[in-house]
C-alpha cells in the first residue's frame, strides 16, 4: 500500500510560524513522523508532498490517481478557499483524511468552512504534528 501526504501554504515554515498556534516542531519532524507512521501502520512506500501553490497540489491530487491508495492532507489556508482541491479529491476519488495542526474549530469563523473536508471521508485537528501519524493509522484502518 502506499500514502500519499500532501501539504499546503506555508507548512514548510514550520518551527518558525506562529510557534504558539502550530508549535515548534519543523516540516523535517512532520515528514519523520509520517514516514514513521506509514512503515507502523503497514504501508510499503509513502510520498510527503509540500507546494505553496494550488495548481502543484491539484496536479499531485490528479497525478495520484491509480498509484497511491489514500491520501492525507493538509491543505492549509487553501481549506478555506479552494474548490479546485475539492473538485481534484473527487475526481480521483482515493479514501482521503484531511489534516489540521491547530483547532481550527477554536479559530476565526473563516476557519471553519472546509472545502477539501467534503471530499475527505475523517478529518484530524487539533493534535499537533501527531495529528498525521492519527491521521495515516485512521486511513490504514480504512483500507485494511
Known amino acids: 500500500m ?7 501554504p506555508n507548512l514548510n515554515m514550520l518551527g518558525v510560524r506562529e510557534p504558539a498556534i502550530y508549535g515548534t516542531g ?3 519532524d512532520l515528514e519523520r513522523i509520517c514516514r514513521e ?3 507502523d501502520n503497514g504501508f510499503d512506500d509513502i510520498e510527503v508532498f509540500q507546494s505553496n501553490h494550488e495548481g502543484a497540489i491539484v496536479d499531485k491530487i490528479q497525478e495520484a490517481w491509480g498509484t497511491v491508495d489514500g491520501i492525507v492532507i493538509n491543505p492549509a489556508a ?3 478557499t479552494s474548490v479546485a482541491i475539492l473538485d481534484a479529491l473527487k475526481a480521483v476519488a482515493i479514501p482521503a483524511i484531511e489534516v489540521h495542526i491547530s483547532d481550527v474549530d477554536a479559530r476565526e469563523a473563516f476557519r471553519q468552512v ?5 471530499a ?13 501519524r492519527h491521521a495515516i ?8
Open 120 to 132: 475527505c471521508i475523517a478529518r484530524v485537528a487539533g493534535e499537533g504534528l501527531n495529528g498525521y
Open 26 to 28: 519543523t516540516y523535517a
Open 137 to 144: 493509522e485512521m486511513l490504514s484502518e480504512r483500507l485494511a
Open 37 to 39: 507512521a506509514a512503515a
Open 114 to 118: 472546509s472545502y477539501a473536508g467534503m
Open 2 to 8: 502506499k500514502v500519499l501526504v500532501i501539504n499546503g
Open 78 to 80: 487553501y481549506t478555506h
